[in-house]
């Protein structure tokens, strides 16, 4: 049976979310979510769906770095992914724009993620069961372990996943019960007044959110005011983590953390620049026990490494569309699995909870085997636009059961949001 | 006078260089030198030109990101350079697709580079000279200091900019007379048989250069027989470099330059990914005395504040083209000379020698003050393609005399190296 991909086609897809201040941080005033979208076809009649997320401007640098990878694509098997993996990321020339970082890496991820999508609907599974059905060693397969030997060999590797083999059976049967924990970003933004705040902390309480998220480091005082607001409503006990995207330098995130100790904070995450692992170490030793989280802009396997080494991380924050998609996220959480660090995902933005619940739930079947201290960021955006939208039921994840990734969005809303000719953006 | 930028216009030029294994090393086979090309355009005639270097696929992608850049640009006042580099870092928006790294992160660097280029036409200076004629509050100006002050503050810029100042002059005029040394690569690609390899070394000492350098990490038998001849033909005390252009993961490094310890690299380059800051400071603590270099794929100033504060590196090799331009450039010799690390500036490619003979200049005269164990990289291609080129002289490069960075191209080398479309290309 023939499955060559014989289309590809490209989208730069923008939702105008800054008209409503929706995921306004310290950093980003005024995000216009986007995805530069990737659908694959074979000639036997499948498609697989992907995207690198974006927040506006720039999505088109995007959308042609995707494009770019035509050529590798084009005629190929798609069942050799694990081959066309390791060729787009290691080709020599390519990776002179990187090297495994940036707009170039995360085409790749997109293109990668959408390889996962059309082999999971041939398969008739979602990607979840789909990874979490392989074998250790199919698994230790799809890893490259270039730059990690340091830290975790296939060896590593293989023993944490054939620890968690015997038991996978049950955890299946678990996510397909309760679904996964999540906790709730929506009452946080900085756009949001207090009486929202208030509001939407209420809400999230009276969903059954395992834990709520608030932006802080654009003001103290009104840090302070948001954090007491959100404490009072929640109660002292309830999980609150604060978020600075990155806003502080490393003596200024000691300086405002250690401002925001008394009510507790469940994680501190980005205290500043992702590149920073040795100010992420710094940080987190100065601010102990308030644990430090990071990673949707850590670029790569190789930062994420490191940030382990040494001892920078309490939580990571594993990204689904910004490394080089299923495969680096698999050597990531085998990584997170071998320094014995909780991955707890980041998502929201557009098409973000759709996949990385996926990986959440993989990780829960077949590499890390718990669930204790872990819960998927949730944010209740955008949903209506896939095909597959995330379900949640008693602040947990439901379990997709539909084949593929969840990564593929309605006919209707591309066409609408397509930049700058669909109608949300021409008024026509 | 008026000086607003009215055009800005893009140019993907890419020459076929892997048709003669110029520039073969161990990760990059068969590189096409490529430049992701800018030219701003000012309403008084001035002219700026920049460039992103990249070896060949995605160069279309490089020069749509800096087409990208075009509404930050145009209307704007040239003169307006510092808050132009700012904004277009720190854009909400575009910094999701680094942050402050790979395909954006040189384009920004291409622009503001073309900006200085045009700055220093319009003074009628060399970029060197009018940054060594600035005064020290001036150049800490131009840098951005964000997640730099827990190891270098304005006012330790300051206090290093002013300890040169007394005596600029003298080293202006030590550089107009004897120039900058030189070390070059030209002999040690791997593509080049052992006879080459001979022939090149002896060249290179009748050259005057300083100090060359040989590829490594594809085959270590061939690499102790390349060493050998080069140190016989060289002698036991010339500086011989090694460079792996991260072809290795931390044991593999170590054991690999333990092997050709006995030749006495006088540095080896890149050694694993340019990402591991923890990788290179183990890899210098095992292979110590032999000093560890990088940077040419080094990011950001924030990754190389890191390095330094590992003390993972010996030499800092600053690269032109991929951080964001000058004025990042300039915090990370600030860096260096902060942590008293010689910079010995990557060059080759296309155009690479053009631009960073000014920095390491400029670095001379205004900010470490000395050229101790300092030497510029030097490749022997393309030159012929710039309306500046560098000059050669006693292995040393000539201080550039001409106004600008010496980034432009010859309007016919452009014309018949347009991707795909170009004589050379067409073959028309």
């Given at each position: ?23 306004s941080d310290a950093m ?92 999971a609907k041939r398969h ?126 490393v003596a200024s995130a ?175």
């Amino acid at each position: 049976m023939s499955r060559r991909i014989v289309e590809m086609e490209t989208y730069d897809i923008r939702f105008p979310t800054s008209r409503e201040l929706d995921g306004s941080d310290a950093m980003n005033p005024d995000p216009d979510y986007s995805a530069a979208y990737v659908v694959l076809k074979t000639d036997d009649g499948h498609e697989g769906h992907g995207f690198a997320f974006t927040i506006g401007r720039g999505n088109d640098v995007q959308t042609a770095a995707i494009g770019a990878l035509r050529p590798y694509v084009l005629g190929r098997d798609a069942d050799d992914l694990g081959a066309l993996y390791k060729e787009m990321v290691g080709d020599s020339q390519l990776r002179w724009l990187g090297p495994e970082k940036g707009v170039m890496h995360m085409a790749i991820s997109a293109v990668v993620n959408a390889l996962w999508d059309l082999k999971a609907k041939r398969h008739g599974k979602p990607l979840w069961l789909l990874l979490g059905e392989m074998s250790p060693e199919e698994i230790v397969d799809l890893v490259d372990f270039r730059y990690l030997s340091d830290a975790l060999t296939p060896e590593d590797a293989l023993r944490i996943l054939r620890k968690a083999e015997p038991t996978r059976r049950e955890r299946i049967e678990s996510l397909r019960k309760d679904g996964y924990p999540a906790y709730t970003t929506s009452p946080g933004w900085l756009g949001y007044d207090d009486e929202k705040l208030r509001r939407l902390c209420k809400e999230a309480l009276d969903q059954g959110f395992k834990q709520i998220k608030l932006k802080v480091g654009a003001d103290l005082e009104d840090d302070l005011r948001r954090f007491a607001t959100a404490r009072e409503v929640c109660g002292p006990d309830f999980p609150i983590a604060i978020d600075a995207n990155q806003r502080w330098d490393v003596a200024s995130a000691i300086e405002w953390v250690t401002a925001l100790k008394p009510y507790n904070p469940h994680w501190v995450e980005e205290p500043t620049s992702p590149d920073d692992v040795l100010g992420h170490a710094a940080i987190a030793e100065a601010i102990s026990p308030v644990p430090v989280a990071t990673g949707e802009h850590v670029q790569n396997r190789i930062v994420f490494k490191q940030l382990l080494q040494a001892g920078a991380i309490s939580y990571l924050q594993l990204d689904s569309a910004r490394v080089g998609g299923v495969n680096e996220n698999i050597a990531i959480l085998l990584l997170a699995a071998k320094f014995g660090v909780p991955v707890c995902p980041h998502a929201g933005g557009v098409g973000l909870c759709e996949l990385v619940q996926h990986l959440a739930m993989f990780d829960f079947v077949a590499v890390s085997g718990s669930m204790e201290g872990r819960v998927i960021e949730y944010v209740d955006h955008l949903h209506e636009h896939f095909a597959d939208p995330v379900v949640i039921e008693q602040g947990c994840y439901v379990a997709p059961s539909l084949p593929g990734f969840s990564a593929q969005m309605r006919p209707a809303s591309i066409a609408a949001h397509l930049y700058p000719d669909g109608s949300v953006w021409s008024g026509s």
